[in-house]
């Protein structure tokens, strides 16, 4: 089989024992790679009432058939898994090095499961998979961690692991890679996953390469569309995501003051990626194959490391009202140590910091005071929240649980959709986001559906959009919100950036490398055929765990309550009309939910029962 190596190592930890998965071309063809083998797995080695923290969630990674092969922005990898900080799906998507270092090991994915006695890390080279004892890589942060291991196995390696954070099962917690430069799968909590195996990193590498059903015309397409993504993407590389923080401020994007606020016009530009460049910015960094390199490094008093992107430089920044560039970096700097998801972390400190201000917390709950714009709290909470110290321990089970736990209608600031916060993109700028956080399957999520650069300014003919949308109107935004879930779950599979995408890589450049690389003729309509199969297999796990359409919704305060100024005030979400049009387009029932003529349609029937919460 060309582009794979066509096995996937189950790795059971409680038995120390490994099995090879061997599968074929019908099933790559089906499932892909990435997103849509890792929730195959999922659904195959999962029940609805497995617990996200048993011994029994798998624990899966996925490459994809890019991987490898040079394709521009490919090395990236998929972490599936049962989220502990939502009970749902969960998929993360993390670039670096460790994808490409994983299919070199003669593997395109792992399937953990159980529990180990004792901390231990897997390393796992040319096919055969070794378990070795972690007692000393225990307590460690996640660059001591690679450090320790790339010490003790040479730099051509890819190392995943977990800091504090996920050894203390903190539901905030992500899985780390590349040290400081901090590639996560951060959203959801498998860093939590990981931590409740006892298991502290997997180390992978060796020399199995896969072979190009059409090396030389791959070749020639890769070398044109890298001279367009460096071309298109200088920007991005000169000031990274967080270039984008004035626009997002100006547009009435940017989450501030616990999204209640409309503008930040006065301190936006002390916080943003051009600020960033004429001060901490050090270099930048690109992860595997990708010549865009939107990765930021920054020099904080002598000690250089992966700088904040946009998301974070939002949620610990503006959404907590700290302008503090040099803060921010250093609470991002922290984040990425001890192993936690910058978005979410940010936002339940906004949220506790909404509750001090109106005396829900006090002094003695939160070791102080903590006011808006508050840097020092900032950090002090990140502390409180890795080691579940105080407060920290129930802000760590995210903003959903906690405010369920402090009571006092503080669920009311509790930003989040099916217990998983907010990023840093508002549903009141750009509409779309408003089915794309409801119906999105881990909860709110930009990356699960991406359509808000198309309300913006550019334009996607494939998908019926050869005009940009207007991002204020609410009709056609639930169809739009659909077309654009199928294209991620194949980005996503396939696994590119979707930098990538949003730079101009359409669907027949993605069809054509599938082909080069596997073999697969791929029409359009296969394309999005074979989308919406995975997505809608991700939409059965949830049915099964109990999530229907009344959990498809979005905070009263992105409902309700309009931005008071700036690009996008007085403007609400008509979300009802959305979700009319979504499950109506998807074909799905009244309830929101797929039927077994949605799953036997897309040829995943096996998995009906999944559908019988
Ligand atoms: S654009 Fe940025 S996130 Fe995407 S692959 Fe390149 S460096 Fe990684």
């Not at 996925?62 to 900080?85: A, D, E, F, K, N």
């Not at 192993?339 to 906004?350: K, P």
């Not at 490398?513 to 791929?522: A, D, I, P, R, S």
Request: hydrophobic share 40%; charged share 20%; aromatic share 8%.
């Amino acid at each position: 089989m060309y582009g794979y190596n066509g096995k996937v190592a189950l790795v059971d930890l409680a038995n120390r024992a490994t099995r090879t998965i061997d599968y074929d071309e019908e099933f790559a063809r089906k499932f892909i790679g990435g997103s849509g083998m890792g929730s195959y797995f999922l659904l195959k080695y999962c029940t609805p009432n497995t617990e996200p923290l048993s011994q029994d969630n798998p624990l899966i990674y996925m490459v994809g058939p890019y991987q490898g092969t040079g394709i521009p922005t490919s090395g990236r990898h998929q972490v599936v898994t049962r989220s502990p900080l939502t009970g749902a799906f969960l998929e993360s998507d993390a670039g670096g090095t460790f994808g490409f270092f994983l299919k070199r090991s003669g593997f395109d994915g792992l399937i953990i499961v159980g529990k180990s006695e004792k901390p231990v890390y897997l390393s796992i080279f040319n096919g055969s998979v070794a378990f070795n004892d972690a007692q000393q890589l225990w307590g460690l942060d996640t660059v001591e961690t690679e450090g320790v291991l790339k010490k003790l196995y040479g730099r051509a390696v890819g190392v995943s692991c977990i800091g504090p954070a996920g050894e203390n099962m903190v539901p905030l917690a992500g899985i780390f890679h590349d040290g400081p430069d901090a590639r996560a799968a951060g959203r959801g909590g498998a860093g939590a996953v990981m931590g409740s195996k006892n298991l502290k990193a997997i180390v992978v590498g060796g020399d199995r390469t896969v072979e190009s059903f059409h090396k030389e015309r791959l070749a020639a397409s890769v070398k044109e569309k890298v001279k367009l993504l460096k071309d298109r993407g200088y920007g991005l590389s000169l000031y990274g995501t967080s270039g984008g923080t004035a626009l997002a401020e100006e547009l009435g994007d940017l989450p501030i003051k616990n999204w209640s606020l409309g503008s930040f016009k006065d301190k936006v530009t002390l916080i943003t990626g051009q600020r960033m460049a004429e001060t901490i910015l050090a270099g930048n960094y690109g992860c595997m194959a990708c010549p865009i390199r939107c990765g930021r490094v920054v020099d904080l008093d002598g000690t250089i490391c992966g700088g904040p992107e946009y998301e974070t430089v939002a949620m610990l920044g503006s959404n907590c009202m700290v302008d503090d560039l040099n803060v921010i970096a250093e609470a991002n700097a922290l984040c990425n140590r001890w192993g936690l998801d910058t978005i979410s972390t940010g936002a339940v400190i906004a949220f506790a910091m909404e509750l001090y201000e109106r005396g829900i917390l006090v002094d003695s709950d939160v070791q102080g005071a903590l006011r808006w714009g508050d840097g020092r709290g900032v950090l002090r909470l990140i502390s409180m929240i890795t080691f579940k110290e105080g407060i920290g321990a129930i802000l760590g089970q995210g903003t959903k649980k906690a405010s369920e736990h402090i009571g006092k209608g503080s669920a009311q600031f509790a930003i989040h959709v099916k217990g998983l916060e907010l990023p840093a993109h508002d549903p009141r700028c750009f509409k779309s986001l408003a089915s794309g956080y409801a119906t999105s399957v881990r909860g709110a999520c930009h990356l699960n559906s991406y359509s808000y650069p198309w309300e913006r300014s550019m334009t996607f003919p494939e998908l019926g959009y050869p005009d940009t949308v207007d991002r204020k109107e609410d009709k056609g935004k639930g169809i739009m919100t659909a077309k654009f879930q199928n294209l991620c779950s194949m980005v996503d599979s396939l696994k590119i950036c979707k930098f990538a995408v949003l730079l101009g890589i359409d669907i027949a450049t993605m069809c054509d490398w599938l082909l080069c690389v596997t073999g697969f003729n791929l029409s359009l309509e296969d394309f999005l055929q074979t989308g919406e199969r995975i997505y809608t297999m991700k939409k059965a796990f949830n049915v099964g765990v109990g999530l229907a359409r009344e959990h498809d919704t979005l905070p009263e305060r992105i409902l309700k309550e309009p931005r008071d100024s700036g690009g996008s005030q007085g403007l609400l979400p008509d979300l009802e009309r959305q979700l009319e049009e979504y499950y109506n387009f998807r074909g799905w029932k009244a309830n929101g939910v797929p039927g077994k003529e949605n799953l036997d349609k897309l040829g995943i029937g096996e998995f009906a029962h999944w559908l019988q919460a």
